[in-house]
C-alpha cells in the first residue's frame, strides 16, 4: 500500500509540473484569467482535488477540504479534533497552506514572504499575488 | 518450492527512508505520511482508555501493545493524521517481530531529516517515547520471561 501512495503522489507530481512548464513558458502572454485558471489546475494536483471539489474561494478552507477528502471526515472536524488536542504541531491544513506557498516559491522561482502569505486569506488573492509575482520577475 | 525470505527490519526502515527521500519535496513527503496515516488498522474502542493514552503526546493518541505467537501486534491511533502516518511506518517495522529482532534492530527513522522535518519537537517527543515504550514493554516481557536485563536495551531513545 505505501508504494501505492508513493506512487500516486509521483503522478501527481508530475501532473503539477505540467502546469508550472504551461505557466513559467506562456508567461509573458497570458491573461489574469487564463493564468487562475492553470493555476488552479496546478493546485488541484497538489492538493489532490479535483477542480469541482472546491466549493469555496476561501484558501485555508480549501486546504482543509483537502485534508479532509484525504481523511474522510465531514468538513470542520478535522481542524476541530487537531486545534482542540492542542497539539505541538499545526493543524493539517495549516501545514499544507504552508507547504503549499513554499511549493510555489521554489517551482516558480518567486518569493511569497510570510508577510504575503499572512494577508492572503482567498484563492483570488493568491492568484493576485502569484500573476505581479511572476509579472515582476519577468521585467 | 523456498519460502521467501522476509525482509528485515532495517530493510523495511531504509525502504521507507528512500521512499521519502524519492519524493523530494517536503509537501510530497507530508502528504505521503498523511496518507499512510489513512492506511493505520482500526483501533479497537475497547483500548480508547486513558491506561492506553500517551500523555508525553499533546494531541489525543493511544498505543496498544502485545505479543501474539511471540510476534509483537502494536495498535494505535492519533487525533493529528501525521501522527498516524508516523504510526503507521514505525508498525511497519515494527509487528510481527519477534523479541530477538527488535532486541537487535536500532531505529534511526526518527533521526532523520526527511522524516523529522514534518514534526514539531513536541510530537517528535512523543512519538520517540512510543518507540522507547515499545522497547519498555519488551523488557518488561523479557523480564518475566527471560531474567534480559534492561541494560541490554537497543532503545536509543530509552532512559
Known sequence: MRKTIKEKILQQKKDS???????CEGQSSLSREVFGRLF????????????????TDNFYEICQISAEKA?????GEL???????KCGGATTAMNKKILFLLAVNREYGINVTAEDSVRIDTFTQLCDCIYQKLEEKQV | MSEQKRESMKQIEDDILA?????????????????????????PAALKKDEYLIHECQVNTWMHLEWIDDCLNWQGISDSL???????????????????????FHCSILEQPCFRVHFAQEQLKGLEYMVAKLYEHRLQSDCVHEQVAKADCECPFYK
Open chain 1, 17 to 23: 509540473q505540467f502546469y508550472v512548464k504551461m505557466i
Open chain 1, 40 to 55: 488552479l489546475q496546478y493546485m488541484c494536483a497538489k492538493f489532490l482535488l479535483e477542480p469541482e471539489e472546491i466549493t
Open chain 1, 71 to 75: 481523511a474522510k471526515r465531514p468538513h
Open chain 1, 79 to 85: 481542524d476541530a479534533a487537531e486545534a482542540a488536542s
Open chain 2, 19 to 43: 521512499d521519502l527521500l524519492e519524493l523530494e519535496d517536503q509537501m510530497s513527503q507530508y502528504t505521503f505520511l498523511v496518507e499512510c496515516g489513512l492506511e493505520l488498522p482500526e483501533y
Open chain 2, 82 to 104: 501525521v501522527i498516524c502516518g508516523a504510526l503507521s511506518l514505525l508498525m511497519e517495522i515494527y509487528n510481527g517481530r519477534t523479541r530477538e529482532e527488535i532486541q537487535n
